[in-house]
C-alpha cells in the first residue's frame, strides 16, 4: 500500500537574512534528482588514502566513491580507428576529422549515439576532434576549421605528473580499443587539453608511443611489433584540471592572450569583427563582457528547419539568424574570439560540439553552447558515475540553453541514475513532481522512476537490486540564510540493517520549480548513520523550499530518497 505524502516545505521568509523551514518525508527506492555545484565529500581524504595505498590497479577517488580500472574482458564501447572523418556534421565514433567545413542543415536530428569510454563519465564531452586554426576553403571565401600545428610531440605517461591528494585535478580511467596501422597515428579520446597520462596498459601488451598536435588532440602509435589480428584494447588513466570545466574568467583586456592566437587570413578577420561588434563586443571590451556576450548569443541560437538566408557568406548568415545546433554555434564562436584575440578551439566528437577558449592566467576552460539533438543515448556509461563540475558555470544561460542534453536534461538514456548536474527550471519543475507524489512524464524511464500509478514505496524499476531507505531523525529544521543546516538520518538496507560507506545528497528544491540547490554530500557510517552541516547561501532567494535527501545508486542497491 503507499505511503501517505504528507505536505514537506520550508520557507525563507523575506526578512533580513529570513529563516528556513523545512518538513521531511522517507520512502523506499525513487527516482534520481538533478542538481548543481556539489562540495567536497566529508572523508574525500581517507578515501585518497585508500586509493593510494590499497595496493593492486589504482582507484579514482571520486565524490566519495572507488572508481575502479575497467573490466578488459569486457569489450570497450568504442574503437578508435586511423582514418579521419570528412569533417561534415558529425563524426562517425572512433574517427578524428582534420577539418570542419560549415552546412546550412541548422535542425535538430532525432537521436545521436554517444560512445562513453571515461569514468566518472563525462557525457557528452568526450574530446575527440580539437580544431584551432581558421583559414579559407577552396571556394576562396567560406572560412574552414583546421589544426594549425598537426606535428605531434611525445606524451610521457608517468604518474609522477599527479597525486591523487591535488585539489585542483581530477582522475579519470578510459577504456578504448584501438584498430591500429603501422605508420599511422590512431586517435585516442581525452578528457582536457591540459590532461596527462598517468598509467598506459595494453591488451594483448604492445609498444605504444602517445603524442599530441599543436591543438591538444592526442594519438597513439605502434612503437614496436604490431599484434596479429591489429586489435588493442587500451585501458588508462588519466587527469584533468578543475578549471577546465569551469572556473572564473579573469579580468583582463579581452586581447589579453592575442599573441597564443593562431594566424587568421585578414579577409575573415575584418568579417568576424565587423559580426563581433554587431553584438557589442569591441578590442576594447575585457575578457569577461566578451566571452558573456558571445556566450549569451550562441547559446540563444535555435534549431531550423529552414536554414537561414543564403547570403553567400554563411558565417555572418548563421550569426545574424541565431539558427544552427551546436556545430553551427560552435563555428561561429570559434572564429569571432579568435578574431578578437582570445584563443578558441572548435571541439566536437559523435555527439556534440562545443569551445575551449584559453584564459590569462588560469589555461583552457570548457564553454558548451547547447544546441544538441532531441536526445542522447549514451553507451558504455550506465555503471559509472556521472562527473560533476567543481566550480558553478560563469556564463550566461539562457532558457533554451537550458533544455540542451548537453546539460543531460531530456530526452538522455544510459546514464547511471545518480544524475548530478547543474539543471534549469525544466529539471526543478521535474523535482517539484516528483516531491509532491507525482511521478512520471518523459523524464520517468530515463531517470528510473516508477511509472503513472505505481506504487513508489514497493519500489523502482530497477527491480534487480536491493532496495534502500532514508530516515531523517527530525521531520522540520530552521535556520537562517548563510548559517549552517545540520541533517542527520540513516540509511537502511532490506532488512531494516544499517548500510554503512554509501554516499547520501542533501539538496533544497524551490516549489515554485525555479531552480535546484545541492548543498553538499556525507557518507554513512559503520551503522548507516550520516550527519552533517551544511552551508545555506546568503543570497538564495526567499521562497518556499524542500529538503531532499538521495542515497544514490550503486551496483548493489537501487537509490532511495527522504523528504
Known amino acids: 500500500m503507499p505511503q501517505r505524502r504528507t505536505p514537506c516545505q520550508h520557507r525563507i521568509r523575506q526578512a533580513v537574512l529570513g529563516a528556513l523551514l523545512l518538513a521531511t518525508h522517507s520512502t523506499g527506492s525513487q527516482a534520481q534528482v538533478l542538481h548543481e555545484f556539489v562540495p567536497d565529500v566529508d572523508s574525500n581524504e581517507a578515501l585518497a588514502t585508500l586509493a593510494r595505498t590499497s595496493g593492486g590497479p589504482p582507484l579514482v577517488s571520486y565524490r566519495g566513491e572507488l572508481v575502479g580500472p575497467p573490466d578488459t574482458t569486457v569489450a570497450p564501447p568504442l574503437s578508435m580507428i586511423a582514418s579521419s572523418g570528412d569533417g561534415r556534421g558529425q563524426e562517425r565514433p572512433g574517427r578524428r576529422s582534420a577539418a570542419f567545413r560549415p552546412d546550412r542543415l541548422t535542425a535538430l536530428e532525432s537521436t545521436v549515439e554517444y560512445h562513453a569510454c571515461f569514468s566518472p563519465t563525462i557525457a557528452p564531452f568526450k574530446r575527440v576532434t580539437a580544431l584551432d586554426a581558421v583559414a579559407f576553403g577552396k571556394d576562396g571565401r567560406t572560412p574552414v576549421l583546421g589544426v594549425w600545428q598537426p606535428r605531434s610531440d611525445s606524451v610521457a605517461v608517468t604518474a609522477q605528473h599527479s597525486d591523487q591528494s591535488d585539489s585542483a585535478r581530477d582522475r579519470f580511467w578510459g577504456y578504448v580499443e584501438l584498430d591500429l596501422r603501422e605508420g599511422r597515428r590512431t586517435p585516442l579520446p581525452s578528457v582536457a587539453p591540459g590532461s596527462h597520462l598517468l598509467l598506459l596498459r595494453a591488451e594483448p601488451n604492445v609498444a605504444l608511443q602517445v603524442s599530441k598536435d599543436g591543438a591538444d588532440n592526442f594519438f597513439v602509435s605502434v612503437a614496436g611489433a604490431l599484434p596479429r589480428n591489429k586489435k588493442v584494447r587500451l585501458s588508462f588513466l588519466t587527469d584533468a584540471p578543475q578549471g577546465y570545466f569551469a572556473q572564473p574568467v579573469p579580468q583582463v583586456p579581452v586581447n589579453a592572450l592575442a599573441v597564443e592566437c593562431r594566424p587568421m587570413p585578414a579577409g575573415i578577420r575584418r568579417r568576424a569583427l565587423r559580426l563581433a561588434s554587431e553584438l557589442g563586443v569591441h578590442a576594447s571590451s575585457s575578457l569577461p563582457e566578451a566571452l558573456a556576450k558571445l556566450t549569451a548569443h550562441f547559446r540563444a541560437f ?262
Open 302 to 563: 535555435e534549431e531550423s528547419e529552414e536554414p537561414p538566408r543564403d547570403s553567400g557568406d554563411i558565417l555572418a548568415d548563421l550569426v545574424r539568424s541565431k539558427k544552427g545546433i551546436c556545430r553551427h554555434r560552435s563555428y561561429g564562436f570559434t572564429i569571432l574570439a579568435q578574431a578578437l584575440g582570445v584563443p578558441a578551439r572548435f571541439v566536437q566528437n559523435e555527439a556534440h560540439s562545443w569551445v575551449e577558449v584559453k584564459l590569462f592566467g588560469a589555461g583552457w576552460m570548457r564553454i558548451d553552447l547547447g544546441g544538441a539533438a532531441h536526445g542522447l543515448n549514451a553507451t558504455g556509461a550506465a555503471t559509472r558515475p556521472v562527473y560533476i563540475p567543481e566550480n558553478p558555470d560563469p556564463l550566461p544561460r539562457p532558457e533554451a540553453y537550458e533544455r540542451a542534453y548537453s546539460l543531460l536534461a531530456g530526452n538522455v538514456r544510459g546514464l547511471r541514475g545518480s544524475l548530478s548536474r547543474p539543471v534549469g527550471a525544466s529539471q526543478a519543475r521535474w523535482l517539484a513532481r516528483a516531491t509532491t507524489g507525482s511521478p512520471g512524464g518523459r523524464l520517468a524511464p530515463f531517470l528510473g522512476m516508477p511509472t503513472q500509478g505505481a506504487d513508489p514505496a514497493a519500489g523502482s524499476v530497477d527491480t534487480g537490486r536491493e532496495r534502500l531507505t532514508v530516515r531523517l531523525s527530525k521531520h522540520r529544521y530552521s535556520v537562517v540564510r548563510g548559517e549552517m543546516l545540520a541533517v542527520r538520518g540513516l540509511v537502511l538496507g532490506p532488512t531494516g540493517q544499517g548500510v554503512a560507506g554509501l554516499r547520501v545528497e542533501v539538496s533544497l528544491a524551490a516549489v515554485d520549480q525555479s531552480r535546484t540547490l545541492l548543498l553538499g554530500v556525507t557518507l554513512t557510517g559503520p551503522g548507516g548513520d550520516f550527519g552533517r552541516s551544511f552551508g545555506v547561501p546568503a543570497d538564495l532567494k526567499p521562497g518556499d523550499y524542500r529538503l531532499v535527501v538521495i542515497a544514490p545508486d550503486t551496483p548493489r542497491y537501487a537509490p532511495a530518497m527522504a523528504y
